[in-house]
C-alpha cells in the first residue's frame, strides 16, 4: 500500500472514530414538556379576578408547607385579571395587583416551583383585560424574560380560524428561547383534540367551565369517552380544573372528581385556597396512590368500560401491566358494582388494592364486586395473578 493511501485510510478512520465518540458523548433529547399530564394551582376557580400578589404568595408557601409539593404539584398559574395597559412600544404591563411580575416568578422559582401565566388570542380576555391579539411577539419575549414556565391561552374574543392563531403563539414561544407549556383553551370547540398537539399545544381543554357542582363535574369528567386515543405524553386532553375543597360538593364527590381525573390522565390544577384547606381536602389532593394513576408513564388515557344505568367503569392501563379501575355510583342510593376481569383485559385471578383507602383487598376469581356510596367511588388497582 502506498504511503499517501495509508495515511489517507488513517485519517479515515480517526474520523469516524471522532465522530462515533461525537455521537456517544452528545446529551440525550430533552424529554418533552408535559411528559405526564401538569400538575399545580390555578387562581380562577376560587378567586377569579380578586386574585393578587399576595394571594399568590400565600398558595406558593402553602403548596411547600402543605406537602403538595412532595406529592407533585409544581406550577402556580395566575388566572385572568393580572393585566395593566400596554407602553408606548406595545410591551404588556401587569396592574396595580401586581407591582413586578418578574420579582413574582423568582419568588415561585425560589420555592422550588414553576410559574404560570394567561392570556388570550384575542384583543381582550374574557374579563376585559389585554390580550395578546397583535402582540404574540412581545407577549412571548416578555413571559420568557419574567420567568414564565407555563402559558394558559383562552379563546375569548380571537375570530378567525383557530389552527393558525394558536400556532402563531406558539412559534413566537419557541423563538424566545424558554420551555413554555403550552396550554390551549377554547371549551373543545372544532374538534381540538384532533390538532392540539400540531399546533404545539401540550393539553387542550376539551369542555366549557367547570363549576363546583356535582352534576356539572359529573357532565364534563364522564363526557369525555372516545378522546383517549388522542392523548399521550406531553399531549393531553383537559377537562378542566378541580374544583375539590371549594366547598359545594361532599367528600364522596370530590373523591369521585378526583378519581376520574387521574383515570382520565387530566392534568390535576387544584382551584382552591391552598392556604385554608382543610385536613380532609388535603388528604384527597396528595393521596399518593391515586396521583400515581394520573402520572403513570405509560401516559394511557382511561376509557368506560361498563354502564349500567347510573353506575359505571372506568378502566386505565398502566405501565406495569395492572389495571386502575373506578366504580362509580352516579346514582342516589348505595348500589354494589361489579368489573369482570375479562372486561378490563387481566387473567381469572386478580388481586384488588384499595387506593383510597390504601390497603389490599386480596385475590378475587372472574370479578370484583363492591358496595359504592351514593356519588361515590370505589377506586382500585387490579393486577393479574393467573400469570404468575
Same mark, same amino acid.
Given at each position: 500500500m502506498k504511503r499517501n493511501q495509508l495515511f489517507w485510510l488513517t485519517g479515515l478512520f480517526l474520523?469516524?472514530?471522532?465522530?462515533?465518540?461525537?455521537?456517544?458523548?452528545?446529551p440525550a433529547e430533552e424529554p418533552p414538556l408535559a411528559r405526564t399530564p401538569p400538575m399545580g394551582w390555578n387562581s380562577w376557580n376560587h378567586f377569579e379576578c380578586k386574585v393578587t400578589d399576595a394571594v399568590v404568595r400565600a398558595q406558593a408557601?402553602?403548596?411547600? *408547607?402543605? %406537602?403538595? $409539593?412532595?406529592?407533585?404539584?409544581?406550577?402556580?398559574?395566575?388566572?385572568?385579571?393580572?393585566?395593566?395597559e400596554r407602553d408606548a412600544q406595545g410591551m404588556v404591563r401587569s396592574n396595580k395587583n401586581f407591582p413586578d411580575m418578574k420579582?413574582?416568578?423568582?419568588?415561585?422559582?425560589?420555592k422550588g416551583l414553576k410559574f404560570g401565566i394567561y392570556s *388570550?388570542? %384575542?384583543? $381582550?380576555?374574557?374579563?376585559?383585560?389585554?390580550?395578546?391579539?397583535g402582540h404574540e411577539e412581545q407577549d412571548a419575549q416578555t413571559y420568557a424574560a419574567w420567568g414564565v414556565d407555563y402559558l394558559k391561552y383562552d379563546w375569548c374574543s380571537a375570530k378567525g380560524e383557530q389552527i393558525p392563531v394558536y400556532k402563531k403563539m406558539h412559534d413566537a414561544l419557541i423563538r424566545a428561547g424558554r420551555p413554555i407549556v403550552y396550554s390551549l383553551c377554547q371549551y373543545g370547540r372544532e374538534r381540538v383534540w384532533a390538532w392540539g398537539a400540531s399546533v404545539g399545544g401540550n393539553l387542550w381543554r376539551t369542555t366549557g367551565d367547570i363549576t363546583d357542582d356535582y352534576d356539572r363535574m359529573v357532565v364534563i369528567g364522564f363526557g369525555q369517552n372516545g378522546l383517549e386515543r388522542f392523548a399521550g405524553p406531553g399531549h393531553w386532553n383537559d377537562p378542566d380544573m378541580l374544583?375539590?375543597?371549594?366547598?359545594?360538593?361532599?367528600?364522596?364527590?370530590y373523591r369521585t372528581h378526583m378519581s376520574q381525573w387521574c383515570l382520565l390522565a387530566a392534568p390535576l390544577l387544584s382551584g382552591n385556597d391552598l392556604s385554608t384547606m382543610s385536613p380532609a381536602t388535603l388528604a384527597i389532593l396528595t393521596n399518593s396512590e391515586v396521583i400515581d394513576v394520573d402520572q403513570d408513564a405509560a401516559g394511557i388515557q382511561g376509557h368506560r368500560v361498563s354502564e349500567e344505568g347510573p353506575l359505571q367503569v372506568w378502566m386505565k392501563p398502566l405501565a406495569d401491566?395492572?389495571?386502575?379501575?373506578?366504580?362509580?355510583?352516579?346514582?342516589?342510593?348505595?348500589?354494589?358494582?361489579?368489573?369482570?376481569?375479562r372486561e378490563i383485559g387481566v387473567g381469572e385471578s386478580a388481586s384488588v388494592r384499595d387506593l383510597w383507602d390504601r390497603k389490599d383487598l386480596g385475590t378475587f376469581q372472574s370479578s370484583f364486586t363492591a358496595t359504592v356510596a351514593r356519588h361515590g367511588v370505589v377506586f382500585i388497582k387490579v393486577k393479574n395473578e393467573s400469570a404468575r
Open positions: 474520523l469516524l472514530a471522532l465522530s462515533a465518540g461525537a455521537s456517544l458523548l452528545a408557601d402553602a403548596m411547600v *408547607s402543605s %406537602g403538595m $409539593k412532595a406529592a407533585g404539584y409544581a406550577y402556580i398559574n395566575i388566572d385572568d385579571c393580572w393585566q395593566g420579582a413574582l416568578g423568582d419568588y415561585i422559582h425560589g *388570550s388570542p %384575542g384583543p $381582550k380576555t374574557c374579563a376585559g383585560y389585554e390580550g395578546s391579539f374544583e375539590v375543597g371549594n366547598g359545594k360538593m361532599s367528600d364522596n364527590e401491566g395492572s389495571k386502575a379501575v373506578g366504580l362509580f355510583n352516579l346514582g342516589t342510593s348505595n348500589m354494589a358494582i361489579t368489573v369482570y376481569f
